[in-house]
């Protein structure tokens, strides 16, 4: 059972615009969320990450918000570079355990 | 600065053979951990290790094993190789529980 969700495989966004990359959640005793970006052949490294405390959080042109009655977070990438086309992970773990949970991925391009 | 190192990149293994997936970081982090990524699904955690001589399951340990004898060494054994390994490994450590990941590179495993 898959207990982090992005049921979107590939997001297309023209360069400039807004990307929203959408994530949902099953176990309300999730309290930690991050998002990892993956390019081919290499591993994914680490985005941005939010808290339970927290509804968002900003980094320079990523901001994640997270709403935890419905618990779905989204990531907004704002302007969107081609560069930023890659996979995008997200990720969430509970206090009470060692293990992170990942959700099975969002393929962003951004088209020139 | 290496960060984490994986070795080898990519492997072809025959069934029943067997392996070890090399991983190191020199970060002087306490956690780390192997995930595998199949197509189209989010990363699982295979082991992951909380310090020197300490081991745990994840949430798919079957057919693998581990062993943590420094803390910069986490090297991933597989005994009996079956064409359900094959898989994309990456390893990844943490300075603590609940802390961004930090993945290698990845080692790509056929099992024919």
């Known amino acids: 059972d898959q207990q982090v969700k992005q049921n979107s495989p590939s997001l297309s966004v023209q360069e400039g615009r807004i990307s929203i990359l959408n994530c949902d959640y099953t176990?309300?005793?999730?309290?930690?969320f991050l998002w990892y970006k993956k390019y081919p052949a290499e591993g994914p490294t680490f985005l941005i990450s939010i808290s339970s405390i927290k509804d968002k959080n900003e980094d320079g042109r990523f901001t994640v918000f997270l709403n935890k009655s419905a618990k779905h977070l989204s990531l907004h990438i704002v302007p969107s570079q081609p560069g930023d086309s890659a996979v995008y992970f997200c990720?969430?773990?509970?206090?009470?355990?060692?293990?992170?949970?990942f959700g099975t991925g969002t393929s962003l391009t951004v088209i020139p | 600065n290496a960060g984490v190192t994986q070795t080898p990149k990519f492997r072809i293994l025959k069934i029943g053979q067997s392996m070890t997936l090399q991983c190191a970081q020199d970060m002087n982090h306490n956690y780390m951990y192997w995930y595998r990524q199949d197509p189209g699904m989010g990363l699982k955690l295979i082991y992951y290790?909380?310090?020197?001589?300490?081991?745990d399951k994840g949430e798919v340990p079957n057919g693998y094993n581990v062993s943590r004898s420094t803390t910069e060494d986490f090297p991933l054994r597989l005994e009996l190789a079956a064409p359900s390994q094959t898989s994309v490994y990456f390893c990844?450590?943490?300075?603590?529980?609940?802390?961004?990941?930090?993945f290698g590179s990845g080692t790509q495993l056929s099992v024919l």
């Open positions: 290790s909380v310090g020197a001589g300490i081991t």
């Open positions: 176990n309300s005793m999730f309290d930690y």
């Open positions: 990844a450590s943490s300075i603590t529980t609940n802390e961004k990941l930090f």
């Open positions: 990720a969430a773990s509970g206090n009470t355990g060692n293990q992170f949970y």
